[in-house]
């Protein structure tokens, strides 16, 4: 898991950092977190005034480019933690996204999703809408409306 | 070119901030798994002024969000990638609250409220202006049969409870906050 994280997140000068406040509330920001090597850890240097719970957290690394194009992202499940020389993250679980792990994991994202949706229909007793592809297409609205850009979820987390 | 800003009706925010709303592609939300862990995915957020609300998407094949947020609505939405908005300086933005998610599914256009449906046309349109090649892939057979449960989809709406932004998202500064206490 380390080494993924070391991998896939060299490429980035930033991520979001989330946890819960004081009213558990998921509260998220941008952070720049630091490998620690030997800990297999992530400081982080949070801005005063931001009270985060120590407790569950999670990172994510993702970007698109200005078409939203190109995208990638992971996810890193941990511990949010302080010690005396500051905040840390202890990951716990690596979530690959979008882009990550090449056209297998786009069969895999294709296969799944499929699997999900006739399982999610099945146990409701739902029968498979039908799409309206012209409609779609008369409205010049070929792209993604609503698109969830997520990581593509591989294992059971959430 | 910027999306009009549709006057806002219910949320006492400065218009940098609803700039951000109607033009940032991708938004980081955070939902809270069974276990209490907070898990977060970037999503495209369509901005409601009507209602002060905020509606995303995901598919019955993805469907983790949804279930999350039936079992725990507290979200959060960051909006902290610029990338493509044709912002300068825009603030980072965090909305805090509560999520609720449709029973039932929306197929592309259909299946939703017509001034939703509006806002979601002029996003996609937006969209398609810089993805031409989307088009293409969307007429595709193959594509279609391929993806068509991509767009069965379930509407996440997220009232907000506290908004907080920091000028320039410059972290250095303390955050304005916006507690919100009516949404329609």
């Not at chain 1, 099945?122 to 010049?140: C, I, M, S, V, Y």
């Not at chain 2, 798994?33 to 905020?54: D, H, N, V």
């Not at chain 2, 939703?116 to 996609?124: G, I, Y």
């Not at chain 2, 449960?149 to 250095?172: C, E, K, N, Q």
């Amino acid at each position: 898991m380390w080494s993924d994280i070391l991998n896939h997140s060299a490429a980035y000068e930033s991520a979001v950092l989330t946890a819960l406040d004081a009213g558990s509330y998921p509260f998220s920001l941008r952070c720049r977190p630091q490998w620690d090597n030997t800990a297999q850890t992530l400081r982080l240097n949070l801005p005063a005034g931001i009270v985060l719970e120590p407790g569950p957290a999670c990172l994510l690394w993702h970007r698109h480019d200005a078409r939203l194009w190109n995208l990638h992202s992971f996810a890193v499940r941990g511990t949010l933690a302080r010690d005396e020389t500051g905040w840390y993250v202890q990951p716990e679980q690596f979530i690959p996204g979008v882009g990550v792990g090449g056209w297998r994991s786009y069969v895999r994202f294709l296969v799944n999703g499929r699997r999900t949706t006739r399982r999610y229909l099945a146990q409701r007793n739902l029968a498979r809408p039908k799409l309206d592809w012209d409609e779609f297409g008369q409205t010049n609205t070929t792209s993604s409306p609503g698109f969830g850009i997520g990581p593509v979820r591989q294992g059971g987390t959430g | 070119m910027l999306l009009d800003a549709i006057p806002d009706q219910t949320l006492a925010i400065p218009e940098s901030v609803t700039a951000v709303f109607h033009n940032f592609f991708t938004c980081e939300m955070t939902t809270i798994g069974k276990t209490g862990r907070p898990i977060t995915w970037p999503l495209m957020p369509l901005y409601w002024p009507q209602r002060g609300q905020f509606v995303l998407f995901t598919s019955i094949g993805l469907p983790q969000k949804a279930f999350n947020v039936r079992q725990d609505p507290r979200v959060s939405l960051l909006f902290s990638d610029a990338t493509g908005s044709e912002l300068t300086d825009p603030p980072i933005v965090l909305v805090q609250g509560e999520a609720q998610v449709s029973d039932e599914i929306i197929s592309l256009f259909s299946g939703m409220e017509p001034e939703l449906r509006d806002l979601l046309k002029v996003q996609a349109s937006k969209m398609l202006a810089r993805q031409p090649a989307m088009k293409l892939y969307m007429k595709n057979g193959l594509t279609r049969y391929l993806m068509d449960w991509y767009f069965m989809r379930l509407a996440i709406t997220v009232s907000p409870r506290r908004i907080h932004w920091w000028d320039a998202g410059d972290y250095a500064r303390l955050p304005q906050v916006q507690e919100v206490n009516h949404v329609v």
